[in-house]
């Protein structure tokens, strides 16, 4: 009895589904790093909001444009406080694209972590370049081609 064709091998399937990414473990720790100033000017609530926003443990992964669009996103979270509701839809989708929420944090595969279960990582088997490269100068033998 003849099941059909024989099922292509793993790294020729193809499929319509999403893709799925490994999991972002973060420590569970408050970022307590760097961060834009807001202006004077915004409201009190944008200010806690701020706070909030640049203390969760995954500030650790922005980059200076990652910091940009938070600003921004402070600028329009105080227009909407102000009374500007035309921008409140604006504002859930960059909540949402910064991992504000816990459902928007589940969607970007983030997931916070007890810092007493994090491991770091083994870097017992990395050489000491410095050592080597005295070895290396010491013996008159240099990778420098600007000689």
């Known amino acids: ?17 999403r893709p799925t990414y490994e999991w972002l473990d973060i420590p569970n720790v408050p970022y307590r790093g760097k961060r834009p100033k807001l202006p004077d000017d915004v409201p009190v609530e944008t ?11 995954h500030c650790v992964l922005w980059t200076s444009p990652d ?3 938070a600003v921004l996103t402070a600028q329009i979270h105080a227009a909407v406080v102000k009374g500007d509701l035309a921008r409140a839809s604006e504002l859930r989708i960059r909540e949402m694209q910064m991992g504000v929420t816990l459902d928007a944090r589940r969607a970007l595969r983030i997931r916070y972590i007890d810092p007493a279960t994090h491991v770091a990582e083994d870097h017992s088997n990395v050489k000491d ?10 013996a008159g033998i240099s990778g420098d081609s600007r000689q």
């Open 1 to 17: 009895m003849v099941r059909g064709p024989a099922p292509k091998p793993s790294d020729q399937r193809v499929h319509r589904q």
């Open 47 to 57: 200010l806690e909001w701020w706070i909030a926003l640049t203390t969760m443990p």
């Open 67 to 69: 910091w940009q669009y």
């Open 129 to 138: 370049f410095d050592e080597e490269r005295r070895k290396r100068l010491g």
